[in-house]
Each structure stands twice: as structure tokens, then as C-alpha cells.
């Protein structure tokens, strides 16, 4: 795809009776459904979006410039903030007709069909890449770097330079992904120009019905089986993880109205599961400001496609242009940070050089912003308010953190934004806001609530924390919906590091949860997001989250508002490492308390001394960095009670420090 070219178109005690209630469960927190027609890959290496730096526009491109490009790249500073691919696109490889991208567009001699006679590989520009690619790649990883390459999972790459262009992968993917890996690649992206149902030697079609959204699947198909296979080759010397970007979806939805159809869903059901990252939309044309606030629209509503390991391409982004002012760059920066998308960035000068003027450099050295989009929660923000003019973001964080974001839609106009932390999601009366992108806010009212003025064609970013001894306003029903949650201990296997419990990274998985859970009798369990378990009587709802979401609460002195009448506060929950407690009180209105000890034991199912707990239910297996593991071992989930002073109204419990436990329901009974 080049912009330029193609401009946009427009437990308690026994559990003598135990049974399971299924809860409205809009979102579960599972592993991709891999559809019949497509291929599953590893996502558990991809852990965060690539930040890529494009040398030179596409045509412009060459081995010195990609060197060039690196270099700067380090000696900079952004490659240790994680600017650290550096990419090429199209016109790298020699033309269908055995010429080369030349001004006299020599013929190059050992090619049939623009691949090599004797090996069948690609072959690489002998103008542009004289000592081919694994000379680059070299390079590259002399200096750290990663490499990044260009396909198309046509039968053509996109430009033609007037004549017909390179060959593309439709039938070749194995010899290709190979020959990828032989030179070192390490991210691919993957082009879908000579759509195979019709006889162009280059340039897209728009994906319109039903046998191209079928052949596109069928490339990804293709694609994702050559991922795997060079990934798991019988030679270990040739292995290789590399991370593919799959752009066929853009051209189901070249003009970007059209990614709420069946056929652009059905495309993207089906490409997701073979992919890492996926381009949603066409090409970005022109840089108003009113293109990224589409494209930010876009990305929200497909939101439910990104999590570690998938994640959502809009576009580039454009720290190298002069038509888009700085405030409006920065803004996309933001958001594109805010949504875990892929970051492009394109590196051009008019020696076509590859070096990375300081004045780009230094617009793009934003160490927080950057930290937020490379969160290992790896979760898209979402969109939980609109304004007059404006829309407000979160973005749950690994630390408990929360990313902000407020976007003002307007080009022309500044917008006073008001939101509140109940809206973005946390329950917390006592928080701070600190400035990413914007001015600072230096006021929050007693309700959580804070103001900002935005202004015209940009986005304000900002992080908040919530004291280690707040008051939260609600456990899991707090205002505007929002809680006390503040751990990830459930993971996807399609998406393993997006929590952490114990300190190996371990968690529970989610898909051995909804399958392989069992009570101690033996008995079947399933438990899924949203879903009522009753254990003992005591009816526990499951939190209904999904990937990179807060799914527990973790203590570490809060006190929380849980305004009940009852005989006592029942918890389920474990300890991540050993067992694990401290002192609880419960706050009664009469301005009286009492205390307990309380914790739980490990969840490895150890029995436990100080802190004794029954066991609710035991799951066999968990996720550890790489995915599944240890799927014959059970882990248990406990329950476990704290009386409530007869007589006293319960308003709120004040937790120990004791960060390796984990709740995750409660309920007075």
C-alpha cells in the first residue's frame, strides 16, 4: 500500500450443593475461535506492537538507506525506546519480467517469472540491495535492530512502475517465509495486490464479495501454515518467529466505511486467528486531523478484535510531514499508543538517505506515551464517554494504572473536557493524574471528577494511579460501573503475558477455566466470564472480563465500600506465591470495626498453616509466558469467610498488604 498513489477515498465449607447459573456474557475471555477455513499460529511471541521505521518512501528505499535508518535509530535514542524494526515495502524485488526497478530497467539474468532459475526465491534488486538482504538483516542485528520485510499475498506486489510488478506469495508462501527467514527477517508485512480471481499484474481490488473474501481467507490460510512451518522446521538452523501483519482486510475496506459489514467481519473472523497484527482500513490520504479522528473511530469500533498477540494496524503515522501540525501529531501518537496499535513511522529526507532528522527524533522520544502502548496488558482503550466535541479513553495498565485519554474531535475549535474516575473505570476516591501529553490537571473534586481544556485537532494522554490505601466507592458495583479491581491474574493461551500472578508471570487460563475446571469431588466445572458459580449456598459471580482487562482485586491496604447486612463476608480467591494474609477489617455504620485474619493458601493447592482456606474448585493447567502448560497439574481456587459482628450494618472492608492474593468475588451471606 502506498499513500501517495493511492490517495483515500473518501466455599465455605463442604460444598454440600453446588450448581452453575449462566450470567448474560457479552464478552468471554477466550482464545481465538479458529474458524474451518483458517490456520492458528503462535501469538505468544508477539507480545507488544512492533514500532516500525519505513526508510524512505517505498520506491525510494535501498540497502544503505535501511543501514542509515538503524543507525539513527540507536544513536538517537529511539531504538532503545522501542522504535527498534526497521522496514522496507514495495519495489525491493525484482519485477515479473525479470527487471530490475532501474532507470533502464535492466534484465536480470537467472530469473524466470522474477524468481531465481535454480532456487525459485525472490530476488532482490541487484540496484537496490547489491549484496542482497541478508547483508541488511546483518546489519540490523549487529546494532540490535530488527528486520522488517514486504510480501503480498497475491499472485502480485502492489507497483508496477509502469510495467508489470514483483511476483507475490499466493502460491509460493513456504519458499518465500523460507527465504525470509534465511536473511534474517523478523516481521513481515504482508500486501494482498494482484487479487488471484482477476488477471492484474499489480495494484489492489476492492474486496467486494464473497469468492475474493474466500480467496483472501485462503491466503491467510496459506500464509499462516508457512508461519508455522518455518517456525517448527526439521532443520533447526532455519527456525525462525517472525511476525506477520496481514493487510488483506484494508481492501475490504479501502474507503473505511465498510468494516461493519458481514463480509469485511467474516474476512476479519478469519484472518485474525492467522495473523499477529491486520490492517483494518485504506491507505491514510491528506493528514487532516479528521482522518485520524476516523481512523481512531474505526480502531474503537473493531476493538474487540485487538489483544496481545492481535493487534490493530490503522496506518502510518506522520512525524515526517509537513502538513500536519505538531499538536495533531503528538494526538495521533497518542491514540495509536492508547488503542496498542502498530506504529509506522516513516523515515524520508530528499537525499532519500534514511537518516532520522533530530527535529523527528525528538517529536517521537516520548518515553511514557511509548510505555503505554507497549503495556503488556496489550489491551485496546476504549471509548467509555462522549462529550460535546470530545471523547474520553482508558486503558487499563500492568502496574494497576490507568491510561487516559481525551480527544477533541474538532480541527479548529478548543474543547473543555469534563470526566471523572468512576467513568474511566476505577471505583477509587483518592487518585493522581499524571501528564503524558497535554497540560496538567491540578484539581479533582471529592467525587473524582477533573477538567481539561483540549485543544483544537489533538489529544490530551494521562495516567492515573490510585493510592495504595484509597477508598473505592463499590467492589464490583461502583458508579458509571466501574470497580476495585486492580490485578490481571487470567489469561488468554492466545495471549499468556497479558497479566501476571506469581513472579515467573504465571497465570490462569482462561480457556482451562471454561473446560478443565473441577470441583473436589471431581465433579465437571465450567467457569467462564460473567458466570454465576453457587458453592456451599453462596453464590459467587465470575468477573466478566476479557484479555488484558482487571480481573481481581490484589490487597495492598485499601479499604473498599461494601455497604451489606448479613453473618458474614465470603471470598474467593488464592495466593500466587505460597500463602499468603494478613489482618482484614470490617467497618460497620455505627463507626465500630473488628478484625480477622485472613489470606488464602497457594493456588499450587499446598496445604496451608496460617492461612487454611476450602477449596472451591481446581483447574488443570495455567499459563506461563509461552501459553499453556502443565495441563495434568491442578490449581485450586479457595473460599473462605470473616464474620460480621452481630447486630452491625458492614459499610466497607479494609484489606491487609498482601499482594500475592488474589479475590476474585465476594459476597455477604
Known sequence: MHPSKWPLITATALLAAVTVAMASQQAVALSRTVPDDTVNIDHSYATKPRMILRSESWSKTTAASMKKTADDAVSTGLADLGWNTVSFDDTWAVRSDCTDWDANATVVPNCASGRDKITGNLIPSPTKYPNGLKDVGDHLHGKGMFFGVYASGGKYMCDSGGRVASPGSYDNF?????????????????????EPNTTNKCCFTHLDSDLEIDTAIESARRAATA??????????????????????????????????????????D???????????????????????VGLVDMTNALRSYGKQGHFLDPDRLYFDDSAMATDSKLGGYAMWAMQNSHMVAMVRNSTASGAISSTQANLMKKPSLIAVGQDSLAIPAKRVAQGTGYDVFAKPLSNGDYAVAIMNRSATAPVTATTKG?????????FTLTTILGPDITSIDANGGFSVTVPAATAVMYRLKVSSTATYSGWNAGPDGSHARNATAITDSDAPTAGTWDASGRTLSSDRLAANAQLPDGTALSVKAGQTVTLGGVSYTWPSTTSGNFDSVKPVGQTIEYRYTGSKVNFLGASGTGEAGGTIRLNYSDGTSSSSSWGFPSWSCASAATYPATVAFKVLGRNDTNGLTSTSTAYCLYTRSVPITSGKTLVSITLPNAPSVRVFAVKVA
Open 270 to 292: 478469519s484472518v485474525v486467528p492467522a495473523g499477529h497484527a491486520y490492517r483494518i482500513g485504506g491507505d491514510v490520504g491528506g493528514t487532516s486531523w479528521a482522518g485520524t
Open 422 to 430: 468512576s467513568v474511566i473505570g476505577t471505583s477509587a476516591k483518592n
Open 227 to 268: 508461519i508455522n512451518a518455518v517456525k517448527s522446521a526439521a532443520d533447526a538452523t532455519k527456525r525462525r518467529s517472525m511476525v506477520l501483519n496481514i493487510s488483506a482486510p484494508a481492501y475490504a475496506n479501502w474507503s473505511n466505511d465498510t468494516y461493519d459489514t458481514a463480509l469485511y467481519k467474516r474476512l476479519m
Open 174 to 194: 513456504q519458499k518465500d517465509f523460507a527465504f525470509f527467514a534465511s536473511v534474517g527477517a523478523d516481521y513481515i508485512k504482508l500486501d494482498y495486490c494482484g
